[in-house]
């Protein structure tokens, strides 16, 4: 099966965002710079500290990341959210109260129907997250 990873698009904060994810998420984070590029040479002298590309990774999840956007600039919507599947009620909970640090808690950590515990918020970087924890199988009625 092929693999979909979530690519965030920032306008100059991708360095700061990929470190609050990591301080967040844990993971290993590499950062290329506009600079450190071949891209170097054709790009203005105050774009060089952009991010070009940022990898957020562990054995669980890819985050991937860029300062680079199109003429039309940065548009941020609520048509695509990042799912965060979490393996304890502990680590949900922790990740839910770290994320949302600085932006807005737009669906409280609750007991679902589906037995999982279920929460969305909005970073600080205006990102759109769900965050779930399965708690096995669905309780029937």
Known sequence: MKTIYSYLSFNGNCREAMVFYKKCL?????????????????????????ILHAVLSNKEFVLMGTDM????????GNAVSLVLTCSS???????????SQGGEQTHPLENTFWNALFGGLTDKYGNTWILNY????????
């Open 69 to 76: 956007v199109s003429e039309s600039g940065l548009l941020k």
């Open 26 to 50: 844990g993971g290993e984070l590499s950062l290329q710079t506009i600079g450190e590029s071949p891209l170097s040479e054709t790009m203005p002298a105050k774009m060089k500290k952009c």
């Open 89 to 99: 009620e502990k680590e949900i909970r922790e990740c839910y109260k770290k994320l």
């Open 134 to 141: 399965n708690r096995g199988e669905i309780k029937q009625p």
